[in-house]
């Protein structure tokens, strides 16, 4: 089996429930909340690994309490956590607001994950090296990221948020580079694209015109757009009743790597992973809400 390894964040996820989120200035009752796993990189590979995928994680967590609940999930679903680090100070830690529509407003403190530098993942070069597809986001330092590109020998995969500064070349690396319009936008303009297209296909067809061999463009509850070449996908996904959408683009990432690393075609490993979505958008949190191999996901009417 294709084995992945993830290069990326660890966080700690502080939660409230809202009726809606607050404004500016504003002081507003919640009506729950509480600790749970997160961090794009840890929720991705959990994602990926509850479908059954062999999963390697390479990141960094602190010192503080909030260490154990933000790899509780990782561990229960048989992440390797060999080339996890603990190093002095905090977790990454991400406080979270979810209004009663399921939509939710995320800040993020980057903590331990500001360790996963350069030098950091060249110290875990064969966890690099021998995966057959290094996924990675962008909640570690570009430095870090580039060096885990450098290092790939297999696929890599990309899903580069929230978008940071990278070097252009090791970016291009990314197949499938996986985006929401408005980070699309930014990696566009990133990249020198002065007249960022309105539509979603005309993004995804902009990307793939500057070098990526493909381009996964997530619609959220409208689906997704896959380019490949001059060919454009639509893929559709289930309706659900969203609770809570935190984390569900990362089941997505987390799923659609999961198919690629069982063979299947980028468009087919799409039309999983949005169903994968969907399932974990009808359940709170990040990594809990993910499904495991024998759950029932969404069909697509
Ligand atoms: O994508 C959702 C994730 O973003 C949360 O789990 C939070 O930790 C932030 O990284």
Known sequence: ????????????????????????????????????????????????????????????????????????????????????????????????TVSESGENTIVVVGGANTAVDGDFVASR????????IVLLQGEIPASGFSAAVR????????????????????????????????????????LGVAD????????????TELGFASVVLTRGARGAVVAEGDQLTPI????????????AGD??????VHRLAEGDTLVAAARYAARVGAFSATRRGAQGSYPSSTDALPDVD
Do not use: C, W
């Not at 796993?37 to 590979?45: F, I, L, R, S, V």
């Open 1 to 96: 089996m294709t084995s992945i390894t993830v290069v990326g964040s660890i966080n700690a996820d502080l939660f409230v429930l809202v009726e809606r989120h607050p404004l500016p200035g504003e002081t507003l009752l919640g009506r729950d909340g509480g600790i749970s796993a997160g961090g794009k990189g840890a929720n991705q590979a959990v994602a990926a690994a509850n479908l059954g995928a062999t999963v390697r994680m390479v990141g960094a967590v602190g010192t503080d309490a909030y260490a154990a609940p933000a790899t509780e999930f990782l561990s229960a679903a048989g992440v390797d956590m060999s080339d996890v680090a603990t190093v002095e100070g905090s977790t990454g830690l991400a406080v979270i």
């Open 151 to 190: 290092l790939a020998t297999g696929r890599v995969v990309v899903n580069l948020a929230p978008v940071i500064e990278v070097e252009r070349a090791d970016l291009l690396a990314a197949d499938p580079l996986v985006a929401n319009e408005h980070e699309a936008g930014l990696i566009l303009a990133q």
């Open 196 to 207: 960022v297209p309105a539509s979603e296909e005309a993004m995804a067809s902009a990307l």
């Open 251 to 256: 089941a997505f990432v987390g799923a659609l």
């Open 236 to 247: 559709p996904t289930p309706s659900v009743d969203a609770v809570d959408s935190t984390g």
């Open 125 to 132: 070069r064969e966890a690099v090296e021998s995966a057959g």
